[in-house]
């Protein structure tokens, strides 16, 4: 959940779209095959900043099990709320399930409860703060506890998580330097596909920095799309991550206030934004799938 501090940290500027991300249509296939090897990246927008990736076969659920959400941002339909709690197509097959912290647009203790129980499976990795809610909301935690993982390294270090043999490490992210909620963010390589969802976060660019990223030859990066609005923020994403593809993220709903998009914008404004930008791939439709290329 974004709060207005945000707008305090980035400075909106005007559209000047530089270097990589610079002006120009995303590079995204219009047609969503299945991805049938490490040479492509399947990714489902499920909503808000909720995703379904898949490589080379291996599928991984990243904050998209929730259900109540929050004023101004997207909530699931009942259908894919269903499908993606019992494990069914296309939430077959899950290996891991991933959230970056408990607030009620990225988690939900029983949603994800219940998709553990349909598919024994996968696990869930994801902050103390976020196994402490649902252990106490889901009532049949002890059937699922030995899946559950709750990680929060120090800021600066990649801590590596061993996990049904995917490659995952965990970095903490802060989600505004004075809120008491713990954010993570997830570099996984995925049969060949780095990939990096930051969450919430508001961190600097100095901040991210301190993680190396660039070097992680990073394929995808899931970031908030306030990021993109501003030159600060913008040069933030260049140099500190320097991904392939960059997914925007936590798009508010239709109809959801002006205030959500910054001063002087809207949502029809900022998607026309976004999808100006060269290397920037927009999907805020729910189940709104695309396939990336690798290499």
């Not at 219009?30 to 990246?41: C, G, H, K, L, N």
């Not at 506890?145 to 490490?169: I, M, Q, S, T, W």
């Not at 002087?264 to 999808?275: K, S």
């Amino acid at each position: 959940m974004v709060g207005p501090r945000f707008w305090c940290r980035f400075r909106l500027a005007a559209p000047i779209l530089a270097g990589v991300l610079s002006s120009g249509a995303a590079a995204a296939p219009d047609a969503a095959p299945p991805a049938t090897s490490a040479t492509e990246v399947r990714i489902t927008h499920v909503g808000n900043a909720g995703f379904l990736v898949e490589a080379g076969g291996k599928k991984v659920i990243i904050d998209a099990l929730y259900r109540a959400g929050v004023p101004g941002h997207v909530v699931l339909s009942r259908e894919v709320q269903n499908a993606a709690e019992a494990g069914r197509a296309p939430f077959d097959g899950v290996s891991l399930v991933l959230a970056t912290h408990v607030h009620n647009d990225h988690f939900d203790g029983n949603a994800v409860g219940r998709h553990l129980l349909s598919n024994p499976a996968a696990t869930f990795v994801t902050t103390p703060q976020t196994v402490a809610r649902m252990e106490q909301v889901f009532p049949a935690f002890s059937a699922v506890a030995a899946r559950v993982r709750g990680v929060f390294p120090p800021e600066g270090e990649k801590l590596a998580v061993d996990v049904n043999g995917l490659g995952l490490k965990v970095l903490t992210l802060h989600h505004g330097r004075t809120t008491p909620f713990q954010n993570i963010g997830f570099l996984l390589d995925l049969d060949g596909a780095t990939l990096l969802h930051v969450g919430d976060t508001e961190a600097s660019h100095p901040e991210l920095g301190r993680y190396a990223l660039p070097a992680e030859r990073i394929d995808v990066a899931f970031v908030p799309f306030w990021y993109l609005l501003d030159e600060l923020g913008r040069k933030a994403l260049q140099d500190a991550i320097g991904a392939r593809t960059i997914v925007p993220m936590h798009i508010p709903a239709p109809g959801a206030p002006s205030a959500l998009f910054g001063p002087g914008q809207d949502r029809n404004g900022v998607l026309q934004l976004l999808r100006q930008m060269k290397d920037v791939l927009v999907l805020e439709g729910e189940m709104e799938t695309k396939v990336v290329p690798l290499g």
